[in-house]
């Protein structure tokens, strides 16, 4: 059966599902299309905007919108260092490792070893520098690291201010052959020494009578040049540093002294120096200066160590050990292990009673081997905790913080009566003790429901 049409214009158009023309029913459509990709666009900006309806991020909360961990009060991190008594069974500080020493003085003798390197004496460095503009045209050194003699020819430099100045000198002169020398002469005479020219230079240019096209430049002191800053063809100042020179045959020695060794090193403290690298035997040399500041980084001090170099072995620069022998002292010292570090104090665990442990804040000094000087909080003879110490600082911070109530560690506890007269019992661990709990009373049938025989 063919499909039911009807005339539109004078012409047959076909009829859809529901009765409309083709035309009509795709009007339709693109509209219902519209709406649906409008409305699919808001959602994505609402999910976009507020992560809703359809978020993909169930749970997951962005870095950016979390919030900033609070910081911890001054009260709160104060609180975390508070430390409280502790109580142990005496039967058990064996078994759990726990070992008591007496605090005692000991003769501090050992030496004080620390890292020392080789510089140049500042005293003996010399920085040479021209005293007018020119330009190099001559040089007496080749390379950094040259020996060089006090009074050798370090580089020649051309100065049209120089030459002119030379000019106007001898000019002078010859005006006054016939008398005395005049005040314009002695001027430009010493106008030439003022801008770099040596009396033999000068007397030089007064037996020639011409004046010399380039100055000199010597050195002032013999060494070695460990800074060269210039070649032929440079053109130079007053400014401009020409070369540095250093006189190597005594040299200082630098030594890094820990904070905490500082008292134990003072001026003429005699030191035993070793550097491999130098062939030199080990040598003696007293201390000739503590630097007035610490290192921030390292947090030491530089001493220095004056020592003669005849042979230039001590080359700056060089690294070795210095050994300072202090004097001996006495000193109540307590093993490293007794020593409760929390980084913003220190602390030991007092012996007082048998059983009983109590926190003692102490103040320490110089540090050994496997022993700690003590300056403050203890005395000759105290008892203190020296192995085991942090199963006890363990237990002494959870009673401050209000978290342990019992005995820790199988302490003995208070005897308490129960109903029944049932006895404590006492757990193995031994931190709490508690009565058995009462039987279970059984629970009456709900109304209702049959009950089995």
């Not at 029913?25 to 709406?35: H, I, N, P, Q």
Request: proline residues 8%; hydrophobic residues 40%.
């Amino acid at each position: 059966m063919s499909d039911p049409k009807t005339e539109i214009d004078g012409g047959q158009a076909e009829v859809g599902p529901e009765g409309k023309s083709k035309h009509e029913w795709r009007t339709f459509t693109t509209g219902a299309g519209l709406m649906l990709v409008l409305f699919g666009g808001l959602v994505l900006v609402q999910h976009l905007r507020h992560g809703w309806p359809f978020s993909l991020h169930h749970g997951i909360v962005s870095s950016q919108s979390a919030p900033a961990p609070k910081a911890l009060p001054a009260s709160e991190d104060a609180k975390a260092n508070v430390r409280a008594p502790v109580e142990l069974e005496p039967s058990r500080l064996s078994a759990l490792g726990i070992r008591v020493e007496r605090v005692r003085p000991e003769i501090i003798a050992r030496p004080l070893r620390t890292v020392a390197s080789v510089a140049p004496d500042e005293s003996r460095l010399s920085h040479v520098h021209t005293r007018v503009s020119g330009w190099i045209e001559e040089l007496g050194i080749n390379t950094t690291g040259q020996s060089v003699r006090a009074g050798q020819a370090l580089a020649g430099i051309f100065s049209q201010e120089l030459l002119s100045s030379q000019t106007e000198y001898l000019a002078a002169r010859r005006a006054s052959e016939k008398g005395p020398v005049s005040a314009v002469a002695e001027g430009a005479r010493s106008r030439l020494k003022v801008l770099g020219m040596t009396d033999a230079e000068v007397s030089a240019i007064e037996r020639s009578g011409q004046p010399r096209r380039l100055v000199t430049v010597t050195a002032p002191r013999s060494g070695v040049v460990i800074h060269k800053g210039i070649t032929v063809g440079t053109a130079v100042d007053p400014s401009t540093e020409l070369v540095v020179i250093a006189d190597l045959s005594t040299v200082w020695i630098l030594a890094e002294v820990p904070e905490s060794d500082i008292p134990n090193v003072e001026r003429a403290t005699p030191v035993s120096l070793q550097f491999p690298g130098s062939g030199l035997v080990p040598f003696e040399a007293p201390v000739d200066f503590l630097y007035p500041t610490l290192s921030e980084r390292t947090r030491t001090l530089r001493v220095r160590i004056i020592a003669e170099n005849p042979t230039g072995a001590l080359r700056p620069g060089l690294y070795g050990t210095a050994e300072f022998r202090v004097r001996p002292r006495s000193a109540l010292t307590i093993s490293r292990d007794a020593v409760v570090d929390t980084g913003a104090s220190q602390h030991v665990f007092l012996v007082e009673g048998e059983g009983r442990f109590v926190p003692k804040p102490v103040k320490l000094g110089a540090r050994f081997d496997d022993r700690v000087e003590v300056l403050e909080g203890l005395h000759e003879g105290d008892a203190i905790v020296a192995s085991g110490v942090f199963l006890i600082d363990s237990e002494s911070r959870l009673r401050a913080s209000g978290g342990g109530t019992g005995h820790a560690h199988g302490a003995p506890a208070k005897d308490s009566s129960v109903p029944n007269g049932e006895p404590a019992l006492k757990h193995e661990g031994g931190s709490h003790s508690s009565a058995p709990p009462p039987p279970k009373e059984e629970s009456p049938p709900h109304s209702g429901h049959a009950v089995m025989p």
